[in-house]
């Protein structure tokens, strides 16, 4: 047994030593969970071909066309499934630097220690993250940067800005009038607004971000204050729709909530006061909740520490178990939830940890998988590439000793992950 797994390793330290090319791939393993169906399968057999899966075959299948050549990733008696997404990322956050110590810093210094972070989801099995909202457009920098082979991380759904109104969560709310310091995507109008839309995306977003009411991390604000009217979140989502993007509103608060899915927003970000009529919207319009329910614990741990100011960690309290019961409601009335942890607000490499308290909160493994995976896909309208071992999407795979439907917590540590068809992370 010990030579056989001396000799996996050494099969996958020179795939991976091996510099990336365009080519095939054969991918094998003892089972494959299939999240379409939420089921095991055993001895499957992924054939990717320039990035792209071409096959997948099972035990009991038709025999896989194998090209001459192609390198081979024998997982031995692993379990493969398919790379995770996270809904919702902050690159360019880092919480060890918390309410104005981020100040000793210059401002690119948030984009070049992004990069570490990046890479950090990456290793943590998070091949795909939406990246909601950033200073500066790294996130579509460092898109770009990784898409260009220059760094290594994540496929990144940006949002550059997020929208909101002067004086709200998404604007710059830490420091006095004498700094004139401005959100770069405040509005305060419908016009205004589907004007800000426009410039995200003129300059890489592909997915429009804005705050529906106050938050937890910002200053001068509340939670449940809506700060955006219907009327202008409407027209938010009307024009990124016209576009071709979706829309993400961070909306705490019950009016906020419930005015962001009335408007056609398409997925609500926290979600935390949601009430029983914000449920039955959701529900009834196909709205998306993605409900960090796991950064609290990091936060009231380490956040006085770091430098998180008293009301912000006030506002983390009151917040935290109304949030993660009212995830469990919203599940168990069949509401659309997907994996999103604000990471940055806690440490980009911990972030699987959220799947165990998605269990812990109503879900089964197999339903918190699905979540940041192929439910996660739909969300971003992405289902065709990513989100599933299938043929037409990417070669993102990840592998886990045992059974992730039994024991989802293997996944917090994944020994294993591959994205496009090229290994980046083994054991060693």
Same mark, same amino acid.
């Given at each position: 047994?010990?030579? $056989? ?8 330290l ?6 990336a ?9 003892? +089972?494959? !969970? ?7 399968? @055993? ?48 690159? @360019? ?7 104005y ?37 790294? @996130?579509? &920098? ?27 969560h ?7 009038p004498?700094? +004139? ?11 205004? *607004? ?9 300059? &890489?977003? %592909? ?37 071709? !993007?979706?829309? =993400? ?13 009335r ?6 970000? +926290?979600?935390?006061?949601i009430? @029983? ?8 319009? $196909? ?37 993660? %019961? ?16 604000d990471?940055?607000?806690?440490? +980009? &490499?911990t972030?699987? &940890? ?32 990513v ?9 993102d ?13 293997? *996944? %917090? ?7 496009g $068809?090229?290994?980046?992370?083994? =054991?060693?």
């Amino acid at each position: 047994m010990k030579q $056989g797994l001396t000799a996996l390793a050494a099969l996958l330290l020179a795939t991976v030593a091996a510099p990336a090319a365009a080519g095939t791939v054969v991918v094998t393993a003892a +089972h494959m !969970l299939d999240v379409k169906t939420g089921k095991l399968v @055993d001895e499957p057999v992924v054939v990717i071909v320039d990035g792209r899966i071409q096959s997948v075959v099972t035990r009991g299948g038709a025999r896989p066309v194998i090209p001459d050549g192609a390198r081979r990733v024998d997982l031995g008696a692993m379990t493969i499934l398919p790379g995770l997404i996270d809904m919702h990322v902050h690159l @360019d956050s880092n919480p060890v630097y918390g309410g104005y110590t981020g100040l000793q810093f210059t401002d690119s210094f948030w984009t070049v220690q992004g990069v570490a972070n990046a890479k950090a989801m990456l290793d943590a099995g998070f091949t795909t993250v939406r990246n909601v909202g950033s200073a500066n457009y790294s @996130d579509v &920098g460092m898109k770009q940067a990784i898409d260009a082979g220059l760094v290594i991380g994540p496929r990144i759904v940006p949002a550059a800005h997020a929208l909101g109104a002067t004086g709200g969560h998404c604007d710059e709310t830490y420091l006095p009038p004498s700094f +004139h310091a401005k959100g770069e995507a405040v509005g305060d109008s419908v016009d205004e *607004l589907r004007q800000r839309v426009r410039e995200q995306r003129k300059y &890489g977003a %592909e997915v429009i971000k804005v705050c529906a009411t106050g938050g937890v991390f910002s200053r001068n604000t509340e939670p449940g204050q809506q700060q955006l009217s219907e009327a202008e979140l409407k027209g938010i989502a009307d024009e990124a729709h016209m576009w071709g !993007l979706k829309v =993400a509103a961070h909306a705490h608060g019950v009016t906020g909530i419930k005015a962001a899915i009335r408007a056609g927003i398409d997925t609500i970000e +926290h979600a935390s006061l949601i009430d @029983d009529e914000g449920i039955r919207l959701a529900k009834e319009r $196909g709205a998306y909740l993605a409900m960090d329910i796991f950064n609290t614990d990091y936060t009231q741990a380490e956040g006085a520490k770091n430098g998180v100011m008293e009301d912000n960690l006030r506002k983390d309290r009151e917040v935290a178990d109304i949030q993660r %019961e009212n995830f469990r409601k919203a599940h168990a009335a069949g509401v659309k939830l997907v994996f999103a942890t604000d990471a940055g607000v806690m440490p +980009h &490499g911990t972030a699987a &940890g959220q799947l165990a308290v998605m269990v812990r909160y109503g879900m089964t493994p197999t339903q918190a998988i699905q979540a940041a995976t192929v439910t996660a896909a739909a969300a971003l309208g992405r289902d065709a590439t990513v989100g599933s071992i299938a043929p037409g999407r990417y070669g993102d795979i990840i592998a886990v000793a045992g059974d992730p439907t039994r024991d989802v917590r293997l *996944l %917090e540590s994944v020994p294993f992950v591959m994205k496009g $068809g090229d290994v980046v992370k083994t =054991a060693n």
